[in-house]
């Protein structure tokens, strides 16, 4: 029996229904882009490639899931989702393997987990599930719980220690705070009050995350060292000029000079070999992407769907634009990739989870 | 069903709109940011980036640091430096690495071993690193594979430096070793943020002084920036900071005379501790056997490894650091301090010493080391002839509360803190420490049982201390209370500026006691030397004072009515042979304690090593028996004809 026309046709319609077309149009060229910079990244070599495929195609099924999905039924599994990440983040701290002096996994057998990655989701929904759940009977106190809803995580990461991470959770569950109303007053007050912590927070840190930070002030403090990533990625970003040195033809790259260059310095290859144009190519798609999203954001009918579309524009804005103002030397390096160009797979699936619950929410409305 | 709304809706939407405008904005504002940063790297600053780029590169090659010397009291040099041909192999770079290695064996001599501690190495290492296949090349190989070099990409030969510790066996224990990084160290590395200044090093220190003064002994490693060509050769230098040499030790060992102790003991096995008790310097520091740590600096070979491990004798423990034993009858002199202390003897009171001792109400009978026993005595004699029955009835009379703490103070039973790592604690025995010990097992075993102090007055029954502790000890009761920290290293001196920082002799503590006690104490301990003493063979015609005090622990208990019979017992199960002593007597220039594993009566293996030691360190005379063997050279003699030839 073959397949008739219309049976395909009718598949068809049946997988592209729950997906948002002008997101899928976006996400798909920064994925192409992503595939032919990786390409050359990984010295011409398929092996990466092939498992980008296989993880985008796995995040893809999740998120055409996630996108068919009603947000009220996803709205629900916030809690448990929740509490599953602090414990697992518990049971990295009690329990989790050490590497480069930084506890952030957990070892399952045949996998291991970062239970932290989780949170980046789970924390925006449990705050969103929280508000949506008193929006009537809302007190100034509600939001002293979801600050301890957004410290109890944050603190265990920090822990870890991981700095990045800790502050793109922060973040994520202050875009919950600030779009379902935080008054204006409390968030200039804590902009003050964050200012005059600084000396503080500055005491608190590890000596390789001050590190970090003053390499970014100053790379040449101590170039064979911290500074080493940062210089020679200014130099890969520089040296592209306008108009990149072409396709495979990076010198910086194809010489070993950029560290992580498949992960976290994937932009610096980019850079390198597209050039400005390029970037500005690639800043447009992103700016499309979260164009997109916002509306899909301005348009939803629930606080929970307001609040967790905003959080998850917002974030997807913050891990792109880290990524690249640390590339570029005015960030200091902190482990973000670059959303969906960087290699890995547990982050592509965060994003597409997050992408999944904003088609959801955008579905919701019509 | 939609909740009914209490507030207005349309407010709020507009709310909700205006905060989504602002934070659309603020994205749009950032994302300007970036690109203007884009612009001004890649437009603005594009040629001097490309500058950059080109002559790629630039590349910075870290410069190593030499390793601080290591060296005794007078200079003589116990771990050095010297410069060899290595070569090397990157895998990482290399086609075929067991072609090459085939071929490169046609040019220099590969041994096995070579072969097997590469195989070693590669699998402990990243395929970037350059990973020695032959170390220390003579002249005409390095020549020759050098020449040949560019037939094999990845195949280098380099100079390097390489440690050597010219002592061996005498220092193993001292010294430790260096060794090359593995996964750990790395780790720890990046851990303390030091991998930067590890950049280049292959070695680190791994045990003993080397492991304790890593941070001085290393040095901080320096950068060269060079242009290189595509291939990667460096064409010229744009800018080098030099590294800082790692600072010099100098210690307060002298190597000579530790070579004296251990053309002493022979091939016997023990440790021996001497201590300046006026700095806490150590003088001599020894545990034998030792082992050849320059076997360890390129990772040992497993047959070398195999067979230190498979050694009954246990070369690779540091008996004077970490081996406990019952200090026997040397506990006495400590014993009597606690007696007098808590005043209970008096300094004249005469006391039964018969052949054994019995608990009331038991006919368990603790016998004295001499089968007559020795009638009666007052304290001093005790110390004198050693009577352990004596000893007993003081312990019995005093009660483990009376003893422990006056003993404490002397520090046994805690590390002395001497400037080694991986120090034992041994055990100074109180009732909170057996309830606590034996925690696990049932109360009969937990509890305090009056009798069980009465081995201990004698120092066996729980006791246990290191070599080193009662070296510490004795040095304590010699400088009458004052008491030092122990310390193998006196000053740390900067190879460039010669700067040196003294590690400050400064009283750690001085014990609360009374004078007249350590006279007392130490009168007695003189006493053993002289005729009537347990060790007057070895006061035969001492040139200057000297006090001591034989001990012998018990390795098994022997049955009740048995007869202690060393020829019967296997020789692991023999006494050890314990001796402390000081000289001299009045101002006291070194306390000492030594040990013979297995050697039966203090005073017949143990004192004659402490005698001839101390001959040597009062009058410079290395003693007959061993002066044949002497390796070292004398320090005096040498200053002498450099006198005169002035």
Known sequence: MTLQPHLIRRLWLAIKAPLDGPLMLFLGLIFALSLVVLYSANNQGLDK????????????????????????????????????????????????????????????????????????????????????????SMR??????????????????????????????????????????????????????????????????????????????????????????????????????????????????????????????????????????????????????????????????????????????????????????????????????????????????????????????????? | MRPTRFKNPQAEDGQFQLRLIVAYCFMLLMFGILIARFVWLQVYQYE????????????????????????????????????????????????????????????????????????????????????????????????????NAWRYPGVEVKARLFRDYPYKELTSHVLGYIGRINQKDQERLDDEDKSTNYKGSNYIGKTGLEAVYEDDLHGQVGFEEVETDSGGRAIRSLRRTPPVNGNNLKLALDIRLQEVADKLFGNRRGALVAIDPQTGGVLAFLSKPGF??????????????????????????NRALRGTYPPGSTFKPFMSMAALETHSIGMHDVRPAPAFFTLPGSSHQFRDSNKNGNGSANLAKAIQVSSDTFFYKLAWDMGIDKIAPTVGQFGLGRPTGIDLDGE??????????????????????????????????????????????????VAILANDGVAYKPHLVQEVVEAKSGKSRLVEARPDRTLPFKQENFEYVKTAMQSVMKPGGTAWRLGIGLPYTMAGKTGTAQVVAIKQGAKYNASALAEQYRDHSWFVAFAPVDKPRIAVAVIVENAGFGAAAAAPIARGLFDYYMTGKVPGSISGDMKTMPMDTADDSAATSD
Not at chain 1, 113 to 129: C, D, N, R, V
Not at chain 1, 241 to 257: A, E, S, V
Request: positive net charge; hydrophobic residues 50%.
């Open chain 2, 424 to 473: 034992a604690s041994g055990v100074l025995p109180t009732k909170e420490w057996k309830a606590k010990r034996f925690a696990r097992y049932k109360e009969e075993y937990r509890r305090w049982y009056p009798a069980d102090v009465v081995s201990i007055g004698i120092g066996q029954g729980f006791n246990s201390y290191t070599p080193l502790q009662m070296a510490n000890a």
């Open chain 2, 292 to 317: 050849d740590p320059n076997l360890f600096i390129d990772g040992i070979d497993s047959q070398s490894w195999a067979a230190l491990n498979s050694d009954w004798q246990k070369p690779m423990i």
């Open chain 1, 140 to 366: 100034w106190w509600h939001y002293l719980v979801a600050a301890v809803m957004i410290a109890i995580p944050c603190a265990l990461v920090l822990k870890q220690p991981d700095l990045g991470t800790t502050m793109l959770i922060a973040a994520s569950g202050f875009f919950v705070l600030f779009f379902v109303g935080l008054p204006w007053k409390v968030i200039l007050g804590g902009m003050v009050a964050a200012g005059a912590c600084m000396p503080v927070v500055w005491n608190m840190l590890h000596d390789y995350q001050r590190r970090r930070v003053m390499t970014m002030i100053d790379p040449m403090e101590d170039p064979l060292g911290a500074g080493y990533h940062i210089i020679q990625s200014m130099i890969a970003i520089g040296s592209g000029g306008p108009w990149g040195k072409g396709w495979l033809n990076g010198t910086q790259t194809h010489l070993d000079y950029i560290p992580e260059r498949t992960t976290d310095f994937i932009f610096a290859v980019y850079s390198e070999e597209f050039g400005l144009v390029g970037n500005v190519v690639l800043v447009f798609l992103y700016t499309l992407v979260l164009s997109r999203a916002m509306l899909i954001t301005a348009g939803a009918q629930t606080l929970y769907g307001r609040a967790m579309a905003g959080a998850i524009t917002l974030s997807f804005f913050v891990y792109a634009f880290v990524n690249m103002g640390m590339v570029a030397g005015i960030l200091p390096v902190v482990g973000v990739p670059l959303p969906f160009v960087s290699y890995g797979g547990t982050a592509t699936v965060t994003l597409f989870v997050g992408m999944g619950m904003l088609m959801s929410i955008g579905n919701a409305r019509r």
């Open chain 1, 49 to 136: 490639i092939d498992n980008k495929l296989v993880y985008t195609l796995l995040s893809l099924t999740i998120m055409w899931l996630l996108a068919r999905s009603r947000p009220q039924s996803i709205m629900n599994f916030a809690p448990p989702i929740y509490g599953i990440g602090v414990v697992l983040l518990l049971a990295v701290h009690f329990k989790g393997v050490t590497v480069n002096g930084s506890t952030r996994w957990l070892e399952l057998g045949i996998t291991r987990i970062q239970p932290s990655e989780i949170m980046k989701i789970a924390l925006p929904m449990m705050l969103a599930w929280f508000f949506q759940k008193y929006e009537l």
């Open chain 2, 48 to 147: 001097h980036f490309s500058t950059l780029a080109q002559n790629n590169r630039i590349s910075l090659l870290p410069i190593l640091p030499n390793r601080g010397l290591i060296m005794d009291r007078n200079g003589v040099i116990l771990a050095q430096n010297y410069s060899a041909y290595t070569l090397e192999l990157v895998p990482s770079k290399m086609p075929d690495m067991n072609a090459t290695i085939a071929e490169l064996a046609k040019l220099v001599n590969i041994t096995p071993r070579d072969e097997k501690l590469f195989k070693k190495l590669l699998g402990e290492s990243k395929d970037f690193e350059s990973i020695p296949l032959k170390v220390k090349l003579s002249e005409e190989e390095a020549a020759r594979v050098a020449a």
